[in-house]
């Protein structure tokens, strides 16, 4: 059993930055693949970014590509989301999700196991 807690959401202007961090328990971070999703209201849940267990690989939605970059940190069960030149089209609930298992495709949000509970962040223009 894996529990992610996201943090870093918040209010900013179109133009600035936010960084997300998901902390999660359990000592088999390491061995999990993540992803970062995002929901605005009234519309489906989207993939934003994913990353492989060892880091070595990133995975970014077309629309983020060039301004938020994810990592991970296994040495601190941390991972993060770097946002900037953010949007107002970026204001959503941003949730991070692990999956122990290998994925086929790590935009399909049905490939995470868990799931934390979302931070928001809102954009201004």
């Known amino acids: 059993q894996v529990q992610l807690v996201e943090s870093g959401g918040g209010l900013v202007q179109a133009g600035g930055s936010l960084r997300l961090s998901c902390t999660a328990s359990?000592?088999?971070?390491?061995?999990?693949?993540m992803g970062w999703f995002r929901q605005a209201p009234g519309k489906e849940r989207e993939f934003v970014a994913a990353?492989?267990?060892?880091?070595?690989?990133?995975f970014s939605a077309d629309s983020v590509k060039g301004r938020f970059t994810i990592s991970k940190d296994n040495a601190k069960n941390t991972l993060y989301l770097q946002m900037n030149s953010l949007k107002p089209g970026d204001t959503a609930v941003y949730y991070c999700?692990?999956?122990?298992?290998?994925?086929?495709?790590?935009?399909?949000?049905?490939?995470?196991?868990?799931w934390g509970q979302g931070t928001q962040v809102t954009v201004s223009s």
């Open positions: 359990g000592r088999t971070f390491s061995s999990y693949n």
């Open positions: 999700a692990a999956a122990p298992l290998p994925l086929d495709d790590y935009r399909q949000p049905s490939g995470y196991t868990y």
């Open positions: 990353i492989t267990w060892s880091g070595r690989s990133t």
